[in-house]
Structures are given as C-alpha cells and as structure tokens.
C-alpha cells in the first residue's frame, strides 16, 4: 500500500522567507506526483503536476522536485506572502488510477 | 469552463436519513473519486469508478453507497449505516495525468 508523508504538519514563517516543504512516499513505482493547496473550507487547487519522467516543475514562484528512487518531493515557495497561507497536500498517481494523499503541510506566513 | 461540481455546499441531515451528494463534471474524464476530510486528517479515499457502471470500494466505504450510470456524474449517498457521517466531503475526477477536484460538500448531523 502506498503511504505519503508530509512533514512538517505544520509551520509559520515571517513574510519573505522562502518555504520547504517535504513528501516523501513508500512505493517509489509512481507515475505522477501532484501538489495541491487548500483553503479552509475549499476544495484543492493544483498548483503543479510533476511526471515520473521529469525532476521538476515550476510555476511563478513555486518549484518542485521529485526523486522517485528516494521517494520525496520537495516544494518551494519563494519570497513567501500572507497570500500563501493554505495547507498544501501531496498526491502520488500509482497503481491503476489510484491517488495517496500525505495530511498536507499547515503553513502560516506571518505579515 | 471545465471543472467539476459538487452540490449542494452545505447539507444538514438528521439522525437515521439517507442523503445525496452530487458530483458532475464536464472534462470527459473517465476516473472519478470521493474522499472524505476530517479536521486534522487527511483525505480518505471512500469510492472510486474507473469507467461507466462500474465502481469500487476505497478505504472507508461502509455506510456509502454510489453509482455511475453517466461518465460525467458520480453521486455518493451517505447512508444511515455511516455512523459519524459529519465531514467535508470531495469529489475528483483524473483524465490520467492530473486531478481536479470541486470545492466540497460540507455534511452536518443534526
């Protein structure tokens, strides 16, 4: 069974700074990898869609990786803003249309 | 526009009704989805059909039920049988690549 871990569950950084945010997975036979955020209440937006066959994605001010053989993803935000306050959930494609998703990362960005 | 709705936003029930969420998408999609949210969880996968008239059981799917008579519509009834039905409810659909998800039905018990 796949399982999808995201730490940290949750963080607060000052305006500014520039957020990590971690995913790693059990099965590493994956064939997409997407990041997601919500906001309370809402339903999830995808913010980037990373193929198994790429290392990485990016979008404005946001940045993906992935490394299937050591089963992580890593998301970038850069120059964090209040606006970036969400959780932001980790999704892994496997098997025959099956979705993981890790609890997601709490983030905070503090004016 | 593309994208998936979910409806109604706010359901009430009361103890020991059936009730119908509905979820319908115009992106031509074959694969759709019902997860479950509670507060602090993640999401929990309770069905899931990969074509037309045919569905399976996710992780949670006791107390549901579902059907998919229409590629583009994928309702899940939260039966009586579902003993804390109280959460938010989301709908997705994958073409194969990428998921979309509507905004969410949010079940209260009363």
């Known amino acids: 069974k796949q399982e999808v871990t995201q730490i940290p569950a949750a963080l607060s950084v000052p305006e500014g700074e520039n957020l990590v945010l971690n995913c790693s997975f059990t099965d590493s036979a994956i064939y997409n990898l997407q990041w997601f955020r919500q906001d309370p209440g809402k339903g999830l937006t995808s913010l980037l869609l990373?193929?198994?066959?790429?290392r990485e994605q990016t979008s404005g001010r946001l940045n993906a990786s992935l490394d299937k053989s050591s089963g992580r993803s890593t998301l970038y935000i850069a120059a964090s803003q209040p606006g970036d306050s969400a959780t932001y959930l980790c999704?892994?494609?496997?098997?025959?249309?099956?979705?993981?998703f890790g609890k997601g990362n709490q983030v905070v960005v503090i004016p | 526009d593309g994208g998936i709705t979910q409806s109604p936003k706010y359901l009430f029930r009361k103890e020991g009704q059936n009730v119908t969420l509905s979820c319908e998408q115009n992106?031509?999609?074959?694969?759709m989805y019902w997860y479950r949210q509670d507060p602090g969880q993640g999401l929990r996968l309770i069905y899931y059909?990969?074509?037309?008239?045919?569905?399976q059981k996710g992780d949670i799917a006791e107390g549901y039920s579902v059907s998919r008579e229409k590629k583009e519509s994928f309702p899940l009834t939260v039966t009586s049988a579902q003993k804390n039905p109280t959460a938010f409810y989301l709908c997705a659909s994958d073409g194969g690549t990428e998921a979309f998800f509507g905004q969410g039905t949010r079940l209260t018990v009363v």
């Open positions: 059909s990969q074509i037309v008239n045919d569905f």
């Open positions: 990373i193929q198994s066959s790429q």
């Open positions: 992106l031509n999609h074959d694969a």
């Open positions: 999704a892994v494609f496997y098997g025959n249309n099956r979705l993981a």
